[in-house]
């Protein structure tokens, strides 16, 4: 969740085509709720170190010659960091291991997946899903999904209305939605466990456009202009809690204060909320007793 720029409209340090145009921008954040509104969670995730570092190493050991040669073959293999934490070396003797050998074996990325796989006994990940040797990293292909399931910060990104074809769900929050694109998070403020946090802020993101902006074939062709505008956000919401006694409130994006509780129920420790497109945020807190 490293984003790739705050923006893309600096000017001399002034920002002018930002401020004649503040809208959503190729290549940049500002505004746009569809990344910049998750950035709190990313935040929570790096900063308190919610995901856990990986604890197997891959380690690609390459003969010395291939520091001045093209380094290609490893590129073959992008799937490595999702398994564990990749590392490269070089040796003086000319040889490599076997995971350096892989690499540079000639076979197509497809076998080079499945060869590894099977050489780190690893029955978890598979032609369809991904999955970090914590599990708490599990990426799908079919349908396209990105979950994940920490104890202070759980996520669902991406086909939220086939996360049923998943055959997966995360610890604490569950959720049936319409949503076609979307990101549902949440993440414990007080550092406590979601299911026994005091406060929990509920990030829930659509996909975000400028006015009268158009696309056509995947590519921009008209840009469009202010304000920016997002798509209302569904769901059916659960969340596992100790507590037998929880309110839902939407939160003003601008200041973060309360604006309104939303209609739950909490019962036998688990809450239930609907997010029916009518609130005008993408941000939600939970404060239970």
Known sequence: ???????????????????????????????????????????????????????????????????????????????????????????KDGKGNWLGD?????????????????RLGDTTSNSGRIVSDTRQI??????????????????????LCDIEKANDSLSDLKFTSQMAWGSLNAVALDDAAIKDSKRILIAAVGNAANTGERVEGGYLIDMGKAPVLIEPFKADVTLRLNSSKAKVFALNPLT?????????????????FKLDGSQKTIYFEIVSE
């Not at 170190?49 to 190493?57: L, M, P």
């Not at 291939?66 to 799937?79: D, G, W």
């Not at 599990?138 to 086909?159: E, I, W």
Request: charged content about 25%; hydrophobic content about 40%.
């Open 1 to 91: 969740m490293i984003f790739y720029g705050a923006t893309g409209s600096c000017d001399d340090g002034k920002w002018n085509r930002f401020l004649d145009n503040p809208g959503i921008m190729v290549h940049s954040q500002q505004t746009d709720p569809a990344t910049w509104g998750l950035s709190q969670v990313g935040a929570a995730m790096f900063r308190r170190g919610d995901v856990e570092q990986a604890k197997r190493v891959l380690e690609a050991v390459l003969p010395e010659a291939a520091i001045y040669e093209n380094l290609m073959a490893v590129q073959k293999m992008p799937f490595l960091p999702s398994l564990g934490r990749f590392e490269i070396s070089f040796s």
């Open 102 to 118: 892989l690499a540079e074996s000639g076979k197509t990325p497809v076998e080079l997946y499945e060869d590894v796989l099977k």
């Open 138 to 159: 599990r990426r799908y292909a079919t349908p396209p999904l990105l979950l994940v399931d920490t104890p202070r910060t759980q996520s669902a990104t991406g086909r």
């Open 256 to 272: 973060g204060a309360r604006d309104a509780e939303l209609k739950s129920d909490c019962a036998g420790k688990t809450l239930s």
